[in-house]
């Protein structure tokens, strides 16, 4: 079997107002972050682990964030095209396993949530998808809640031509 890693890092500063995108859903808090599409840095750390294993270069080279068809687009939408040309490849991902750094909002009661919306987007099993979260203990801009970043890792492999 043929197996790849990749590895996705993303990081978006926070503004007062708009809805909080994480993990595919809005989680209540007084801050948004600013992006192009809906700021959803687990999905866009996710979406670059993916592309960076099936060596298809980066989120920003697919969905670039100058582009208007992606603007305020909902992540999930880039998710689910990530996919799309990692089947392209015959490859399928095995499991995801991300971690989201943030001061505030505590976000705990949300992981399971966030799992099976992108378990569901990807059509994959809630097991095989893990979201972690952390602070920096008020260090960096995460700990003065500046702003928010995530990292993902994939593993994928190479889907037999009968699957």
């Excluded at 990081?11 to 993990?23: P, T």
Aim: net charge negative; hydrophobic share 40%.
């Amino acid at each position: 079997m043929n197996f790849r890693i990749g590895y996705g890092y993303d990081v978006h500063a926070f503004q007062e107002g708009g809805d909080f995108w994480l993990g595919g859903i809005i989680i209540p808090h007084s801050k948004s972050c600013v992006a192009h599409s809906d700021g959803d840095v687990l999905i866009h750390a996710i979406c670059d682990a993916i592309l960076g294993a099936a060596a298809l270069r980066d989120i920003g080279f697919h969905f670039p964030d100058n582009s208007a068809e992606f603007k305020n687009i909902d992540s999930k939408i880039l998710l689910k095209r990530t996919l799309e040309l990692l089947k392209e490849r015959h490859y399928k991902i095995s499991n995801i396993d991300s971690t989201i750094c943030l001061q505030q909002p505590k976000i705990k009661n949300y992981i399971p949530e966030m799992i099976n919306v992108l378990a569901d987007v990807l059509d994959l099993d809630v097991d095989q998808v893990s979201v972690k979260a952390t602070t920096t203990e008020k260090l960096g801009f995460e700990g003065r809640e500046e702003g928010i970043s995530a990292s993902a890792i994939v593993l994928i492999y190479k889907n037999k031509a009968n699957d």
